[in-house]
């Protein structure tokens, strides 16, 4: 399995907290059957002011630790962006990494907040598809207005937008109402990826594997592959 959402690079974000707990996430991630890993920190200006140094800073800490080559992982990095007018210059100047490719078309792994989906969002995402950058949207079962308004993610699909479901949500972890909308939305076959979206041993563990499960249920097998494998593989392709 193929893992294009987690927070496992150590102290930059609100994952992982040390080396010590990216390398406990990355081996349950191992034993899950994960073989490749995209580290995802949140960028979220005021908040997580992440850049393209201290990400890079935060992965070869990682990787230079002698415990990471004993996992037999894969790994490389891109970002969680919240979505802001900020955007804008971030991607005029080069400073947001991408999630790989779909459709010769760079990803951004795009974040709403919880609560709302934002006015002008529709206009942003017009502005990113016209410079050939499809956004995916993480984990929209999440958000506060879709739980309510389902069918108000029908202006995301139009404009061309990927999904991205989080496992925890389809596991029932995340609670009720993300647990049926991720149901409602697998169904519908709204989602391009499962991923784990891991944050901590404790909180949020990987839980791929778990997911995967049950969207064969819901799905069936065919769809579930293409969920945590065929999908996730052709979008980070280009990163390893």
Known sequence: MIDLHCHILPGID???????????????????????????PHIHLGIFDNTLASINAAYELLVNDTRF???NLALNT???????????PFI???????LGKYQDKDVLLLELPS????????????WLVARNII?????????R?????????QMFQRLGCLFQLTASSLLGDMGEKPLQLSQLFLEQNLYTII?????????????????????EKLVGQHRADALVLDNPRAISESLF
Do not use: W
């Open 14 to 40: 609100d994952g992982a907290k040390s080396l010590d707990e990216s390398i406990a996430l990355l081996q349950l991630a191992a034993e899950q059957g994960i073989t490749h890993v995209v580290a995802t």
């Open 69 to 71: 080559s004993q996992l």
């Open 78 to 88: 891109a970002a969680e962006v919240r979505i802001c007018p900020e955007i804008i």
């Open 92 to 98: 005029e100047n080069s400073q947001i990494p991408f």
């Open 115 to 126: 609560s709302h989906i934002p006015p002008g969002a529709d206009k942003l995402v017009r």
């Open 135 to 143: 956004p995916m949207i993480a984990h929209p079962e999440r958000n």
């Open 145 to 153: 207005e879709l739980q309510t308004h389902p069918e108000r993610i």
């Open 195 to 215: 991923a784990s979206d891991s944050h901590s041993i404790n909180r949020r563990p990987p839980k791929l594997k778990q997911a995967y499960q049950v969207a």
